[in-house]
């Protein structure tokens, strides 16, 4: 991760922004991964559910979910492997 992304996620997570609620544009996705989710529905982190959610979105690859899972990740958020288990955690809520 470049000083200047982990600069921008630090200034985030210091202003005690709510991870679930940050917008897919502030996450420096990939070109592919960001149209994915946007034609999906997804708007911010919150909007996914579960690691099933992201292979179901229609052109989202192994690499584009696995660029998800670890953005996620950097805000602390753990996925569900499907929507049946418990939701998404914060790691600040565990």
Avoid: W
């Amino acid at each position: 991760m470049s000083i200047i992304k982990r600069q921008r996620l630090q200034d985030t997570l210091n202003k005690n922004v709510i991870p679930s609620k940050i917008s897919i544009e502030e996450c420096d996705f990939t070109v592919r991964t960001h149209n994915c989710l946007k034609r999906a529905g997804i708007n911010i982190l919150g909007d996914i559910k579960s690691v099933e959610q992201l292979h179901n979105v229609r052109n989202l690859g192994k690499r584009s979910v696995n660029e998800v899972i670890d953005k996620l990740r950097e805000y602390g958020i753990e996925l569900p492997e499907s929507e049946g288990q418990n939701e998404s955690r914060v790691e600040s809520e565990r």
